[in-house]
């Protein structure tokens, strides 16, 4: 007699998700899912008007940005699909997505996502929504770090042309 396997419990179920990648479609392959098109996605962005949102991840890996979510009209239930670079998330709506706004506007995040993306718990992120393109990127901390000293060495670099130009711009 062959061992019974116990049903699983919603709970159970989360905790799956959770630790698995999001689904591959049967046509693809997982690496060609790991592909973004970094040019579309900086054309998408810089060519909207952008809402921006800090928030940070749960020890459960829920993200929380309620206004974010309402601002792209990602009502709970609404399907979503992530694609992901080394650094950030891509969020976008799909009907056969993996992943799903929740009741209280949080997303349920795979915790090896996350960790690819090099979002931390507890650690803040930030959400730049594109209403236009119906998409969310998430942004680590280190990210954040990073865009802020660039901005800082573009104005001291600024500066000093000016100085030295003459050109006080």
Not at 6 to 34: G, K, M, Q
Not at 115 to 140: E, S
């Amino acid at each position: 007699m062959a061992p019974s396997t116990p049903p699983t419990s919603d709970s159970d179920n989360v905790v799956i998700r959770a630790l698995s990648l999001p689904a591959v479609a049967p046509d693809r392959t997982r690496a060609r899912s790991r592909k973004l098109d970094v040019g579309d996605l900086y054309a998408r962005v810089n060519n909207t008007t952008l809402h921006f949102a800090l928030s940070s991840v749960d020890h459960r890996g829920r993200l929380t940005s309620r206004q974010t979510f309402g601002h792209l009209q990602w009502h709970p239930g609404k399907a979503l699909v992530g694609t992901f670079g080394r650094n950030y998330l891509l969020l976008r709506p799909a009907p056969d997505g993996e992943l799903t706004v929740g009741e209280r506007g949080r997303l349920l995040l795979p915790s090896n996502l996350l960790h690819y993306c090099g979002i931390g718990t507890h650690r803040q992120t930030l959400l730049i929504a594109a209403a236009d393109h119906d998409m969310l990127v998430v942004h680590p901390q280190q990210n954040i770090a990073e865009m802020v000293r660039g901005f800082h060495e573009t104005q001291f670099q600024r500066n000093v042309h000016g100085r030295v130009s003459g050109d006080h711009r």
